[in-house]
């Protein structure tokens, strides 16, 4: 009796939403504006979402994608993060000018950098398209005559709506596994220019040390702004278009935050897994985050190394190292947080109850089905996940494919090979691309099944007696290795191109993978998407059945979402509790000649040396830099608003602390924090850093 009763309390805790977890649809946040009202927000749903007026969501855009960003003035002016906007300051960049290292400010709108490839997309309406999409279903369709089905419907709506309007995208995208088909409209903006980004000093501080933690001090933000044709609506780059006017911009409050107050985030999340087996917890904990883990640390330890030597190779792979070091950082804190939680137990102990549930119910037998299926996957899965951390990540071999692709039909792309030549070279750097190659097929070679190989790689590696070997033909032989002989390049090169060392290498990998695994994990992935259809929709059904009283939300899919919850300070350790929010001074306190993260520039050491802060000192007298809170956000978050409860913004999310970046998969109210940066650092900068002060006078302020 006693056992049955904790048992079901444990399962209780553990289903339960619990406070703060969620990442809501805006078009159905009337469903939870009372909670949110009851949290302390002072706004109605019709003001974060609306088709009928001008709401919040008309200010928040997809930058890139992979990011999101605000709008800030009436003249199209955008906030978004420093590591969102880094690709953009880096391609501006060289030892000349290293706006990367010194900043950039655009002192007026024509100093503004245009930026080819960069747009921002504003989240027209969204609705539920669940019926069309499933038009002419019938339940004895095989998945894959579903995919199709769903394929064609979806394209027929999309092309409906892009109809309407210029410059108009739209998806339509699977909620819940495909219980449920949401599309979405956007207005894509291309002509969106670089207006400012502090140093990296400010912009980076702390770099990969500080990155996922948490005390942190980052001014991790840049600024933009878009640009329209003289209707406002998107037009491609030209020198005639007028800044973007916007529906809705933030209004910004500099009052500052406190411990317990009420914040929002608005924006897009790219992926989270909140519903899923254990079995699939159990991969990443025990096989795919280990596995990738240690890949990455062998690359990283040779990028280092070579950055630590020379300044330009230290520009060069900048943005390679961050985004190789991000996820390998993410997953080790995913990995400790999913053991902390007993994620699997937990996930196993629910699994259990519901297939005994779920006997003589239509969700029969689906746990059982979604354990074969993994069993099934999971060594094509692990020799994906090699396959994309060793081969795909051979620089030189992606280039050389890339420029192989030129020889079309009617010959040889030159003009394109000349620009992907010019982009490749800028940041490229053989030692590290060759000392990584041995490094990681090494690791292939060991760790790899030899059933899970291909034929080609097994005889290469014989004929060349070793990685090492192989790695020397390649980068000695290779024609890709030398940018005048790529520059050489005609019409009838191409059966030499084909037969380089470095194409064959990248094509013959993808040639199997193409045919032999993907083909496989398709099938595999398919399955896996019905039996989840049904599972997640039985765990609906159950909790209802059951009264567990669990709010569900759609797993992330880089649409937008709301996430909403409060300033709070959290314990990462036994006897250590962390306030929420930090200052200028702990930039000082980490001051340190030799560590090149915590390089401080001598306009802010001056500054706080003086306590020259002008209207930015808080109530402490010092400038306020970050503050954590308990919003739900992932990959995709950064960039995003957060508001107040009068639906001002007094921050910019960017990172989540590390003891709880498990919470792509598992929540835990305790421990995870999402890290903003103050909105008040950020004028501070601009004004005191920067001396872009005139950018403020655009701006509105509540106070
Ligand atoms: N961890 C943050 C996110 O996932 C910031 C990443 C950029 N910063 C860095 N040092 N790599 O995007
Ligand atoms: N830093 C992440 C981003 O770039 C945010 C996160 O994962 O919390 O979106």
Redesign the pocket.
């Known amino acids: 009796m006693r056992k049955t009763l904790i048992f079901v309390i444990t399962l209780m805790t553990a289903m339960t939403t619990r406070a703060d977890e969620g990442m809501w649809l805006p078009s159905l946040i009337s469903q939870r504006i009372a909670d949110m009202q009851e949290k302390g927000f002072r706004l109605e749903a019709e003001d974060i979402y609306s088709i009928n007026q001008a709401s919040l969501k008309d200010a928040v855009v997809l930058f890139g994608r992979g990011c999101t960003g605000e709008l800030i003035s009436p003249e199209g002016l955008l906030l978004t993060n420093h590591?969102c906007g880094y690709g953009q300051i880096q391609q501006h960049s060289s030892v000349e000018h290293d706006y990367l290292k010194d900043g950039f400010w655009a002192m007026n709108r024509s100093e503004e950098l245009p930026n080819k490839g960069l747009t921002v997309s504003f989240l027209e309406r969204m609705d539920d398209v669940t019926a069309q999409v499933l038009k002419g279903y019938t339940p004895d369709m095989t998945e894959e005559q579903r995919v199709e089905l769903v394929k064609k419907n979806s394209q027929a709506l999309i092309d409906e709506a892009v109809k309407e309007g210029k410059g108009l995208r739209a998806t339509v995208e699977a909620l819940y596994y495909g219980n449920q088909y949401f599309l979405f409209l956007y207005r894509e903006y291309a002509d969106v220019r670089l207006v400012g980004a502090p140093p990296s000093s400010i912009g980076?501080f702390g770099?990969?040390t500080d990155?996922?933690m948490w005390p942190r001090h980052t001014g991790d933000f840049s600024m933009f702004r878009i640009y329209a044709d003289k209707d406002n609506n998107p037009a491609p780059y030209s020198m005639d278009n007028v800044p973007y006017r916007p529906k809705k911009y933030f209004h910004i409050s500099t009052k500052g935050v406190q411990e317990g107050d009420f914040t929002f985030i608005y924006g897009f999340p790219g992926r989270t897994q909140e519903y899923i087996h254990s079995e699939g917890v159990r991969y990443i904990e025990e096989i795919g985050d280990p596995h990738k883990i240690h890949l990455r640390t062998l690359r990283l330890d040779i990028m280092n190394k070579h950055q630590a030597e020379s300044q330009k190779v230290r520009i060069q792979y900048s943005s390679k190292n961050?985004n190789v070091?991000?996820a390998w950082k993410?997953w080790q804190g995913e990995v400790k947080g999913i053991k902390k939680m007993k994620t699997v137990q937990t996930k196993k102990e629910f699994e259990k109850a519901f297939a005994k549930w779920a006997e003589g119910r239509e969700f029969d037998g689906v746990i059982s089905k979604i354990e074969s299926i993994y069993a099934e996957l999971e060594p094509y899965q692990f020799a994906t996940d090699y396959y994309s951390e060793t081969v795909r990540t051979i620089e030189v071999a992606n280039f050389a494919m890339s420029t192989a692709r030129l020889f079309r039909e009617d010959g040889f792309d030159k003009a394109k090979a000349t620009e992907l030549a010019e982009t490749f070279y800028k940041d490229w750097y053989l030692p590290i691309d060759k000392e990584s190659f041995i490094a990681v097929m090494n690791e292939y070679e060991k760790n790899v099944p030899a059933d899970f190989k291909p034929i080609y790689y097994k005889e290469k590696l014989a004929s060349y007696g070793s990685i090492e070997t192989w790695a020397e033909d390649i980068f000695t032989n290779s024609i890709f290795v030398d940018p005048a002989k790529v520059n050489a390049l005609k019409d009838e090169d191409k059966a030499m191109v084909m037969a380089d060392p470095a194409v064959e290498f990248f094509n013959e990998f993808l040639k199997w993978y193409t045919y032999e695994i993907q083909p496989v994990t398709t099938r595999l992935n398919q399955d896996l998407q019905l039996a989840y259809r049904d599972y997640m929709r039985g765990q609906m059904v159950y909790c209802r059945t059951r009264r567990v009283p669990k709010a569900f939300y759609p797993d992330a899919n880089l649409t937008l979402r709301v996430a909403y919850g409060h300033i709070k300070g959290y314990t990462p350790a036994d006897g250590t509790y962390y306030l929420p929010s930090s200052t200028i001074k702990g930039i000082m306190e980490k001051d340190n000649p030799d560590i090149f993260d915590y390089n401080i520039p001598q306009r802010l050491r001056d500054i706080y040396a003086t306590k020259d802060y002008g209207r930015w000192a808080d109530a402490s007298g010092e400038v306020p830099v970050c503050f954590i809170a308990t919003n739900h956000t992932t990959?995709g978050n950064?960039g995003s608003p957060v508001i107040n409860a009068d639906g001002d913004l007094i921050g910019l999310n960017?990172?989540r602390v590390w003891e709880g970046t498990m919470s792509d998969i598992v929540f835990d109210p305790e421990i995870c924090r999402n890290i903003a940066l103050d909105v008040r650092y950020v004028l501070f900068t601009i004004e005191k850093i920067g001396g872009a002060g005139y950018l403020l006078n655009e701006m509105t302020f509540t106070e």
């Open positions: 590591h980076k770099g990969d990155n996922w961050a070091s991000n993410k990959g950064s960017f990172d």
